[in-house]
């Protein structure tokens, strides 16, 4: 179903996934292994998007509310992770209850190009920010 999980560890001077900017290990590393929390919901988007580069299901459940959580996630063995833009943020801040991010995610299986637009929904519980649900835009 889903291949090996690749070793954060071995990705620390790399540049992170999401694009932020940012070093692997001074971006999502820290919040994918629990070593802090998402402290905006965009934070928490760009860690949930390095998870699926990093095939991580443990990690995307643990974010996903439980209102709205799947039993599992399939992964495509031949899915590839190229590229992460944020469009546009609502709210989602240190001191909001509710956020969204828009975002548009492009990947390639089996050598064919997809992109992924979407308006995610995120809440702030117990100090925490979770995913609960996205709207996808069609082009």
Known sequence: MSRKQAQPSALTSTQCYCQS?????SCCQPVLTKDQYAETA????RSRYTAF??????Y???TWHL??????IEFHTQQLWLGLKVVTTQGGGLEDAEGQVEFIARYKIQG???????????LRQ?????????????H
């Open 126 to 138: 117990d100090q925490r920010w979770y995913y609960t649900q996205g709207r996808l835009f069609y």
């Open 53 to 58: 580069c990093l095939h991580n299901q443990t």
């Open 67 to 72: 209102s709205t959580r799947p039993k599992s």
């Open 21 to 25: 900017g940012h070093s692997f290990e």
């Open 112 to 122: 064919k190009a997809y992109c992924l637009h979407e308006c995610s929904e995120f």
């Open 42 to 45: 965009e934070m928490l988007m």
């Open 60 to 62: 995307l459940l643990e």
